[in-house]
């Protein structure tokens, strides 16, 4: 139909979700398989599976508002609002359970500026933002982790424990920078009073900024889904956005 965005033309995936057709089909696919499809109790939704996926992850992508997204994809705003609700959920990325041994966890803190306030505080960004505590594998560079959001004055080592990223990780070896202090992750080394650093401890620290260097690319890669610049959505909607943000992340990482 012309004028009207669907993800039966290939054209439109990649601009509106970040992913090409050949990964929002294996997308769509593993959805089906999780059940996404299954009919619902009520009125069945006009539009398939595909074309509901779509919509949400232009959501995410572009953050436009839903007033804004709906004539593109030729639906109401109360439609657009129901479906980002009921299918953003079935995005999120099913967070690892378990670890090998020898497994090198990444983890860090991103800010997210939110309109939300009940979720949210004034950060050192001067903005109201909830801290988002993120885990990267090392080697693969997917996230397994993503902690719930907790409000943006909270400091990282508070953070990384009130939003259950520490006891989804347990055990597993994992490095994160000079902010986490006592918290048993491996950090650099802090250089003494009046002093300096030994040669081993400054190779450890250069070693450990070049592996921590990767979470900070995969920051960089789940915001150009720009929703985590300025987020409009509400209570779980935010911490479902996440999610979903970062199994595309994953998606793609994978390709």
């Known amino acids: 139909m012309a004028g009207v965005i669907t993800?039966?033309?290939?054209?439109?995936?990649?601009?509106?979700?970040?992913?090409?057709?050949?990964?929002?089909?294996?997308?769509?696919?593993?959805?089906r398989r999780e059940g996404a499809d299954r009919a619902r109790p009520g009125h069945p939704w006009s539009l398939p599976l595909d074309d509901r996926v779509l919509p949400v992850a232009a959501y995410w992508r572009t953050n436009l508002t839903l007033r804004q997204l709906a004539p593109l994809f030729r639906v109401s705003k109360s439609a657009a609002d129901r479906i980002v609700a009921h299918t953003g959920p079935l995005l999120a990325l099913k967070q690892r359970q378990r670890f090998r041994k020898d497994t090198v966890l990444i983890l860090d803190g991103m800010l997210v500026p939110i309109r939300d306030h009940a979720v949210a505080e004034q950060s050192k960004n001067y903005r109201y933002s909830t801290n988002l505590q993120v885990v990267v594998d090392a080697d693969s560079r997917r996230v397994v982790v993503v902690g719930r959001p907790v409000p943006g004055n909270r400091n990282d080592c508070k953070a990384w424990s009130e939003s259950g990223a520490k006891a989804a990780v347990g055990k597993t070896t994992t490095t994160a920078d000079g902010g986490y202090p006592g918290t048993g992750l491996v950090i650099p080394h802090?250089?003494?009073?009046?002093?300096?650093?030994?040669?081993?401890?400054?190779?450890?620290?250069?070693?450990?900024?070049?592996?921590?260097?990767?979470?900070?690319?995969?920051?960089?890669?789940m915001k150009t889904w720009k929703i985590l610049r300025?987020?409009?959505?509400?209570?779980?909607?935010?911490?479902?956005?996440?999610?979903?943000?970062?199994?595309?992340?994953?998606?793609?990482?994978?390709?």
């Open 7 to 31: 993800a039966s033309e290939p054209s439109w995936i990649a601009p509106f979700s970040g992913l090409s057709p050949r990964l929002f089909r294996k997308l769509i696919t593993a959805l």
């Open 190 to 221: 802090r250089r003494p009073a009046g002093g300096e650093l030994c040669a081993w401890k400054r190779e450890h620290n250069r070693s450990h900024k070049q592996v921590r260097a990767r979470i900070e690319h995969v920051f960089a890669r």
């Open 230 to 255: 300025d987020c409009r959505l509400k209570g779980d909607g935010v911490h479902h956005a996440r999610l979903g943000i970062a199994r595309l992340h994953n998606l793609l990482q994978a390709a």
